[in-house]
């Protein structure tokens, strides 16, 4: 029946015409995908089926789903590798995590549905587009309160998708003939928007982070033997998960240390089109981290627009910079937001939030600098002009001070002198529990100011930053930067940490280098780092001069340690010196202490056993070369038959290690044979035996 349904699909897809540029890199598995993709948009109600409800664990934070009624989707343990079915009876195409309201967007095509993480599964309505047309997607993610899909059909774009009318709109369009994604994600932590590529040209297949101008940049290749990615997922800690729709590996990848780590093995026991993943995660609990409603960075000079970097951010996702304010240097770490001095009836940012926190705790926390002398009063922030709440320079806060006029929201003022001309950080605490009001400049607590009752803030209007009201906002040539809105309470450790990011270099608390075979090891850790773009990798062999290898992102800045590695691999005999470059945004950078290591090649030729083994799909095979050689590397069947040629080349002398995906493959045993004829003229053979178990 399945078989039947995809000639009929396919004849579907191919009378409809498509330009010649957007197929004549697909493969047949992506045909197929466009195919049922497309029929999903003529016959949606196909893919609305009823819903069985499983269990759930927190624990389990991998959610994953294929397109296949009869098999459950899952949440997993990535500790473990333990998998708990989520809810059985209907196709799961993409997925994201409303961490809003702790539930998963999930589709079938064009239709969309939720699952309240642990509850009941619901069926939403049809995705479409303005005119009304099934929108049939197979990515979705969510990102500061929107929903995105992707279409891997024409128009091929990213979507935003309005969760009230299921109206999608192209957020990020990009040539059709340039990629065929299949999974969508972004990182929690940062917006980046990331996708899975199964055309080989013209970029090669692989993992991709989408700009917003709709170009790509590459990341790191599929797996050895992996053609078709459908399913991807991103942890809060900048884990990459590549999900495949047949049973095998989930694919594992570190989009900070740049590296594959231990895959997961796939629940599923058949194999299916599409597939769906997304990480649940937990936001709040105490700790110092991103702010939870507004957080501007102001770094994008020249743009009109700033984005919000709050987890999981309340407003815009992108705020509009409007009139007189720009956005330029040099403001704390980078750019900044420059005053204009106008009225804040034009100039202002519009964060597009209104106020909604109530009676709950909070936390404003802001960078000054160049803030002129005077009794000039200028706005730097404030909520609805009906509630009153507002924030002041000068004027009635004295020459250098700063007001929080919070009469309006049922509270007592507070006053903060010698806030000016800066370089200040400026912190507005409120704890509900009091109630109490405390000001900090530059971590240090300088004012504190009860209040006789709870405030309240709630507002009618979108809140404004750099201006408030129709009054004149910030001062002319003032900057603002590192703007941070909590809905919560920081204590005076976490304000301290908020301070010490301002005056923390990147500091290198170890760099290691160890030989593992023909392969280095590098791995480094960092107690803190302030504007760090990241390290170029150098390698120096002998006496020669340092050249890079690699560049390895940094986290921006943090006051936590961070790990970081990179392995040099296949090396020949020598020996070699590393340092690193740590390289700021604004492109000054300094230079690590060296490490030098020696790869001494072998002194034989060898085949060592593969590992694991008995395996399920994937093992390694590694061989070592005492000299440069022609090398054959094939696996043959029990009944001596060929079944793949692995290598069939010339590599280098020392140790080599071969990744084979035995995915299409029947369980069984096999036996694989290296043969090598060293440019000496030396002759090498060996056998030995592997098992294949599904």
């Known amino acids: 029946m399945k078989q039947l349904f995809i000639l009929f699909t396919l004849l579907i897809y191919f009378c409809c015409p498509v330009p010649a540029q957007e197929i004549a890199n697909d493969s047949e598995e992506t045909l197929l995908e466009q195919a049922i993709a497309h029929d999903a948009e003529l016959f949606p109600s196909k893919y609305q089926v009823k819903i069985s409800d499983g269990v759930f664990d927190v624990t389990h934070p991998l959610f994953i789903g294929v397109d296949d009624v009869t098999v459950s989707s899952y949440v997993g343990d990535v500790t473990t590798n333990n998998w708990l079915s989520a809810f059985n009876g209907t196709q799961v195409w993409g997925a994201a995590f409303d961490i809003n309201n702790n539930k998963i967007y999930f589709n079938s095509g064009a239709t969309l549905y939720e699952w309240s993480v642990g509850g009941t599964a619901t069926l939403l309505g049809t995705i479409t587009d303005t005119a009304g047309a099934n929108q049939s997607l197979v990515g979705l993610a969510f990102y500061n309160g929107e929903l995105y899909g992707m279409k891997n059909v024409a128009n091929e774009a990213i979507y935003k998708i309005n969760t009230s009318t299921f109206v999608a709109t192209v957020f990020i369009d990009y040539a059709d003939a340039d990629f065929d994604l299949g999974g969508l994600a972004i990182d929690p932590n940062n917006g980046n928007i990331y996708a899975t590529n199964d ?42 998960y590549l999900i ?113 926190l109530g009676t709950s705790s909070w936390t404003i926390s802001m960078y000054l600098n160049n803030l002129p002398a005077g009794s000039a009063l200028n706005y730097l922030f404030g909520g609805t002009v009906a509630v009153g709440w507002r924030c002041f320079y000068s004027g009635a806060a004295g020459q250098y001070g700063v007001l929080m006029r919070l009469t309006g929201i049922g509270g007592s003022d507070i006053t903060v002198p010698g806030v000016g001309p800066g370089p200040s950080v400026l912190t507005f605490v409120y704890d509900s529990s009091v109630p109490t009001v405390y000001a900090y400049i530059n971590g240090a607590l300088t004012v504190t100011q009860p209040q006789a009752g709870a405030l309240n803030m709630t507002g009618t209007d979108n809140f404004k930053v750099g201006a408030y009201g129709s009054s004149t906002g910030m001062p002319a040539g003032s900057i603002m930067d590192e703007f941070r809105f909590y809905n919560r309470a920081l204590d005076a450790t976490e304000v301290a940490a908020t301070w010490n990011i301002s005056i923390v270099p990147v500091e290198l608390t170890s760099f290691t280098a160890s030989v593992i075979g023909a392969d280095v090891k590098l791995l480094w850790q960092t107690a803190t780092e302030l504007n760090n773009s990241g390290f170029s990798v150098e390698r120096k062999i002998g006496n020669s001069e340092f050249v890079e290898v690699a560049f390895v992102p940094g986290f921006g800045t943090t006051s936590e340690p961070k790990s970081y590695s990179f392995t040099d691999q296949n090396l020949r005999s020598d020996h070699y010196t590393y340092r690193l470059k740590q390289i700021d945004f604004d492109g000054t950078f300094t230079y690590s202490n060296e490490v030098a290591v020696d790869v001494v090649a072998p002194v034989s030729f060898s085949l060592d056993q593969n590992y694991p083994n008995p395996f399920n799909p994937s093992t390694k095979i590694t061989f070592s070369l005492a000299v440069d050689s022609k090398v054959s590397l094939k696996v043959f069947d029990v009944l001596g038959q060929q079944v793949i040629s692995l290598i069939d080349q010339d590599l280098s002398q020392g140790v080599h290690t071969y990744d084979f ?20 003229g030396s002759e090498y053979t060996d056998v030995k035996k592997m098992i294949l178990l599904k």
Not at 286 to 306: H, I, K, R
């Open 199 to 240: 055309d080989t040209t013209p970029f090669g297949s692989g993992l991709f982070r989408i700009n917003n101008d709709g170009t790509g940049t590459f990341i790191t290749a599929y797996p050895s033997g992996q053609t078709d990615i459908d399913g991807l997922a991103v942890s809060n800690n900048s884990i990459a």
């Open 244 to 356: 495949i729709d047949e049973p095998g590996s989930i694919y594992v990848y570190d989009l900070v240390a740049n590296a594959y780590g231990t895959p997961l093995t796939n629940p599923w026991t058949t194999s299916e089109v599409f597939s769906g993943g997304t990480w649940i995660y937990e936001t709040g609990g105490g700790g110092f981290g991103l702010p939870e409603v507004l957080y501007y960075l102001f770094d994008e000079a020249g743009s009109s627009t700033t984005q919000n970097f709050a987890v999981p951010g309340s407003g815009s996702q992108f705020a509009d910079v409007l009139g007189g304010l720009t956005m330029g240097p040099t403001g704390q770490f980078d750019d900044g937001l420059i005053g204009s001095g106008g009225s804040s009836s034009t100039d202002y940012v519009n964060s597009g939030w209104i106020p909604d």
């Open 661 to 680: 995906n035995a995915a299409g493959i029947n369980s069984g045993v096999y036996f694989y044979k290296i043969e090598a004829t060293g440019v000496n």
